[in-house]
């Protein structure tokens, strides 16, 4: 493949890894320490049971959430209800048709695993949450409530920063392109035919624009991944020339989008604790459960709220 389109190449010199360094820094009185260059930072000092009252830490972890696009906490030793109430905070929660919800939460998703139900099929996959609605989820509140000694990660990449170091051709075709994301060929796969059907009856496929526009930051932000099946208006004659000898047809120029999530340099890496929490703007990264740590118990509860239309 040609050196421009090597993982996160750009042969005109614009990816820069320390544009995004920074170090440990307060904003009021939380303590914001970033984990990567790309990506995601850890917060001291707060309590999200208390954010889900102070409308000013709230105000604040909001703003930091834009900024370093999934932040991270431990030691919050919080109740379902006070999970709920945090994430409320942001809008409206969604159940989840095929993972199961506490029945006296509404919109508290349970992801447990265990020796006996493993469950594997839905980890080992990078994705941005329910990108087969037509309203895809704004993000996520997740928490560790039993978690293995060793393993069972979670990483999230930057799509913003992903799209902003696509060769420059890459970037010129997708601008208009639109994609079909379905959850009938992703968990509807795994099901008998009638379920399947039946699925994709109460859920058709959605349809969005490759390259989303943030709707509070402006950002450009790369919308493709493991729910997408195909793009929708894009004609062979115009397949992707980049460099002198090599050229993308659709079906290629779809699986390079996807694959730049699993570029290290757009991403951070989250080691699990009990009561740890991540919270994540769904619109700009994708993350990926490391399924390693069988034959363990993992146990996490996560509220995901409910968002607008990409476009």
């Avoid at 360094?21 to 850890?42: F, H, M, N, W």
């Avoid at 990264?285 to 996490?300: K, N, S």
């Amino acid at each position: 493949m040609a050196d421009d389109m090597q993982a996160g190449g750009r042969s005109d010199g614009r990816f820069d890894p320390r544009r995004w360094a920074a170090e440990r820094y307060v904003q009021d009185g939380v303590t914001v320490r970033p984990l990567s260059c790309a990506i995601g930072a850890e917060l001291e000092g707060v309590d999200l049971a208390e954010a889900a009252r102070d409308d000013a830490l709230f105000g604040t972890v909001r703003e930091l959430l834009l900024r370093h696009k999934v932040l991270f906490l431990r030691r919050q030793a919080i109740t379902r209800a006070q999970h709920v109430a945090f994430a409320r905070r942001f809008g409206e929660l969604e159940d989840h048709p095929v993972a199961g919800s506490d029945p006296n939460h509404p919109g508290l998703v349970r992801i447990y695993k265990s020796p006996e139900a493993p469950n594997d099929r839905y980890e080992n996959s990078w994705h941005t949450d329910a990108t087969w609605r037509e309203k895809p989820p704004f993000g996520c509140v997740l928490r560790c409530v039993e978690c293995p000694p060793v393993g069972g990660d979670t990483m999230w990449a930057n799509m913003a920063l992903a799209y902003e170091c696509l060769p420059e051709a890459v970037r010129a075709r997708i601008g208009r392109l639109r994609a079909r994301h379905s959850i009938e060929a992703t968990f509807g796969a795994a099901m008998p035919i009638e379920r399947r059907l039946a699925l994709k009856a109460q859920y058709p496929d959605a349809e969005h624009p490759v390259v989303r526009t943030h709707p509070e930051t402006g950002e450009k932000v790369l919308f493709v991944n493991g729910f997408t099946t195909h793009f929708t208006n894009f004609h062979t004659p115009d397949n992707v020339r980049v460099g002198q000898d090599f050229t993308l047809g659709s079906s290629q120029l779809l699986q390079y989008l996807i694959s730049q999530a699993a570029i290290p340099e757009y991403q951070v890496r989250w080691r699990w604790e009990r009561d740890s929490v991540a919270i994540w703007d769904n619109r700009a990264t994708q993350h990926y459960a490391v399924m390693d740590y069988a034959p363990c118990h993992r146990e996490m509860e996560r509220a995901g709220i409910q968002g607008d239309a990409p476009f």
